[in-house]
């Protein structure tokens, strides 16, 4: 009988993870297209990024959590993986996006708001944001193909 649960725990774990992708995803997709003037310009950059703030962090924690375990659960086959080394690599240049631009861009919200149009710094964060998380998404998709391989 454990055998038999054990069996779904993979899968489980996998759409947990690809479900937090897509609440996470969503909410940077938003919130960089907001930074761009692209959707929600009826809403202020603050509220945009403040009200979206907490749904980000529970879907990366959540997102996060169930990745390190879906590599730990195969390591030996995701460590020579390169598309996993591609991920992890996208997930660093991601942190250093953070630290670059969460005091200008992310953490100043509000002087967003006051100025007439969005600052030049504000549109490079999103632009680059949405080229490293939509390549995190690819290079993910790639380590599933080329470890069931």
């Known amino acids: 009988m454990e055998f038999a649960a054990s069996v779904h725990v993979y899968p489980i774990v996998l759409a947990i993870h690809l479900s937090c992708i ?6 940077i997709l938003m919130t960089n ?9 009826d809403y202020a950059v603050s509220d945009v990024v403040g009200r979206l703030r907490v749904w980000k962090a529970a879907g990366f924690l959540i997102m996060a959590a169930c990745g390190i ?3 730990g659960s195969e390591a030996g086959k995701y460590y020579a ?15 250093l996006h953070a630290l670059v ?3 200008g861009v992310y953490r100043n919200a509000a002087q967003l708001d006051d100025s007439p149009a969005t600052p030049r710094q504000a549109k490079v964060a999103a632009i680059l944001s949405l080229i490293l998380w939509i ?12 470890v069931l391989n």
């Open 69 to 71: 375990l879906l590599a």
């Open 135 to 146: 390549g995190v998404v690819c290079a993910g998709r790639l380590i599933g193909h080329h």
């Open 101 to 103: 631009f969460r005091r």
């Open 22 to 27: 897509a609440l996470f995803g969503g909410m």
């Open 81 to 95: 993986n390169t598309y996993f080394w591609v991920k992890m690599s996208l997930l660093a240049l991601l942190g």
């Open 33 to 41: 297209l907001r930074l761009l003037g692209w959707a929600l310009t």
